[in-house]
């Protein structure tokens, strides 16, 4: 389940739940502000509310992730069991804690994606500005090869390198 590095270290990268509409969908989509409430941080990846193209990046330095897997098959929420349970034979593997990033998007007469990423947490978000900084450098990169995506273009999300702390 869990991908290894060059240096044998667990790669911080622990899972990706993407779900999305198909292409085919003549859909004009009301997107809102990227700023919803209980992020820990937003990235509007270059777009605005509104607009025919639409990106939205956010980070929740959560905790309890192994828990939270391993209970998703008897969650009552229908969008978390229905996209968390195929993580939960995993869950035994996975961190205690990770951080969770949310990458969606949308392109009107288009497509519309949602990325939910977790990656192991390797340091405190909120109060070490360099491990921040590192996260949120990943998530803005990851964010815009998602938006190309969206836009009709290519996209290659960058992997995440292991932190380094200073």
């Given amino acids: 389940m869990r991908a290894q ?32 409430g209980s992020a820990s941080h937003f990235d509007a990846l270059d777009t605005r509310a509104g607009g025919t193209l639409y990106a939205c990046a ?6 309890r992730f192994r828990s939270f897997v391993a209970q998703a098959p008897n969650s009552t929420a229908p969008g978390v069991k229905e996209s968390y349970s195929a993580l939960a034979p995993y869950a035994a593997s996975l961190p205690e804690e990770a951080i969770g990033v949310v990458v969606r998007g949308s392109r009107d007469y288009g497509r ?55």
């Avoid at 956010?58 to 905790?63: A, D, I, M, S």
């Fill in 112 to 166: 519309r994606v949602n990325y939910v990423m977790f990656l192991k947490k390797e340091g405190d978000f909120l109060k070490d500005a360099a491990y921040a900084t590192y996260v949120k450098d990943w998530v803005h990169a990851a964010g815009i090869e998602i938006k190309n995506y969206l836009d009709n273009g290519s996209a290659r999300i960058p992997p995440l390198q292991p932190y380094k702390a200073n």
């Fill in 58 to 63: 956010l980070v929740f330095p959560g905790e």
């Fill in 5 to 36: 590095g060059k240096s044998g270290n667990l790669d911080p990268l622990v899972a990706i739940v993407v779900s999305f509409y198909p292409d085919s969908l003549p859909l004009i989509f009301n997107n809102g502000k990227c700023d919803l």
